[in-house]
C-alpha cells in the first residue's frame, strides 16, 4: 500500500507502473495527515485521479476527526467515480470515528445502502498500540453492521493480527515491520529481541548475541545477530526483512488454521502467552468462534 501523497511523487510515479504490473496496489487517500494539518492541498477528485490510473484498491478521502464529512468525501467520491469511462479501482469507504464506536456504527450502516466495494477503518493506530479493548469494540462494530469486506489501516503486532482474523476482517497493512527495525527490534511470535550495538543498549538493555533462531532468507543473509550490529543502512533493512518474513508467516498459520478449522485453539494458545489478548479475549462470547468459522 502506497499513500496519495507519496505517489503524487514524480519519482515516485516512475515506479507505480512496474508496481502495478507485479502485484496489486491500493492507494489511500493520505486523508490522515491532512486531518491533522500535515498537508491539505489536495482534493478528492485529485486523489481518485490519481488512483484510478494507478491503483487496483482505492480508499476515500477521510478526516480522522470529521466522520461526518467523511461520509460526504466517500459518497462524492463514489459518484465522481461512476463518471469515468476507465476501469475504476475497487472503491472502499473508510469509516471514521473520534473513538467512538456509535459514531462508527452510524457511519458503517449509512455506506451499507451504497455499493462501495469493501469498508475501512481508519484510526486505528493509537488502539491497537495502546487500547486493545477499544481496538476490538471499534472493530467489531463494524463488523457486525456490514456484509462487505473490511480492511484496517495501520495495524501492528502479533496481537492485532490474531484480533482481526478472529473478526473475519478481510485485509490489513502495518509498517510494523519497520518501525520495529529502525529501533533495531527484531520480531518473533513469542516475543521482541532487542540487537542493538552491544555497547549502546537501549535503556540499558543488554543486546541479544549468538546464532538467530529463524531461517527465514533474511536470517540466512544475516547468519547471526552481530550482524545487526553493524553501523549502516543494510543491517537495518535485512532486519526489517526478517520482521516481514516473521509477521507473514505467522499470517499464513492463521489462514491455515481458519481454512482447517481449528483457529480456536491457536487463538487460545495466544492468548495463553499475551496478558493484553486474553483480557480481551475474556469478555467475547463463543458464539463469536461459530461465526468465524463458518
Not at 490519481?50 to 462524492?76: M, S
Amino acid at each position: 500500500m502506497l499513500s496519495f501523497l507519496y505517489a503524487k511523487r514524480p519519482a515516485a510515479q516512475e515506479l507505480l507502473g512496474s508496481i502495478k504490473a507485479a502485484k496489486n496496489l491500493w492507494l489511500d487517500s493520505s486523508g490522515f495527515q491532512a486531518g491533522y494539518g500535515r498537508s491539505r492541498n489536495f482534493s478528492i477528485f485529485d486523489v481518485f485521479d490519481l488512483q484510478q490510473e494507478f491503483a487496483d484498491i482505492a480508499f476515500t478521502f477521510d478526516l480522522p476527526t470529521e466522520p461526518e464529512q467523511t461520509f460526504r468525501n466517500a459518497i462524492l467520491s463514489l459518484t465522481y467515480s461512476k463518471g469515468h469511462e476507465k476501469k475504476k479501482p475497487k472503491l472502499y469507504a473508510v469509516v471514521s470515528h473520534n473513538g467512538s464506536t456509535d459514531t462508527a456504527k452510524d457511519l458503517t450502516r449509512k455506506y451499507e445502502t451504497y455499493d462501495f466495494d469493501g469498508l475501512a477503518l481508519g484510526s486505528t493506530i493509537p488502539y491497537g498500540s495502546s487500547d486493545m479493548a477499544e481496538f476490538f469494540s471499534l472493530l467489531s462494530i463494524v463488523s457486525r453492521n456490514t456484509k462487505k469486506p473490511i480492511h484496517a489501516f495501520g495495524v501492528g503486532g502479533f496481537d492485532a493480527m490474531y484480533l482481526l482474523a478472529f473478526l473475519g476482517v478481510s485485509s490489513f497493512d502495518s509498517s510494523r515491520f519497520l518501525t520495529a527495525a529502525r529501533s533495531l527490534h527484531y520480531l518473533t511470535p513469542h516475543g521482541t529481541l532487542y540487537v542493538g550495538n552491544r555497547y549502546r543498549n537501549e535503556r540499558g538493555r543488554a543486546a541479544t548475541e549468538g546464532a538467530l533462531p529463524c531461517a527465514c532468507p533474511a536470517c540466512g543473509k544475516a547468519g547471526g545477530f552481530d550482524f545487526f550490529q553493524q553501523h549502516g543502512a543494510e543491517p537495518v533493512g535485512v532486519l526489517a526483512l526478517h520482521n516481514y518474513y516473521a509477521m507473514r508467516n505467522e499470517l499464513r498459520l492463521i489462514e491455515i488454521a481458519k481454512r482447517e478449522r481449528w483457529f480456536p485453539s491457536l487463538l487460545e494458545g495466544r492468548a495463553k502467552r499475551s496478558p493484553r489478548l486474553r483480557s480481551v479475549l475474556n469478555g467475547i462470547k463463543k458464539d463469536y468462534f461459530v461465526r468465524n468459522e463458518d
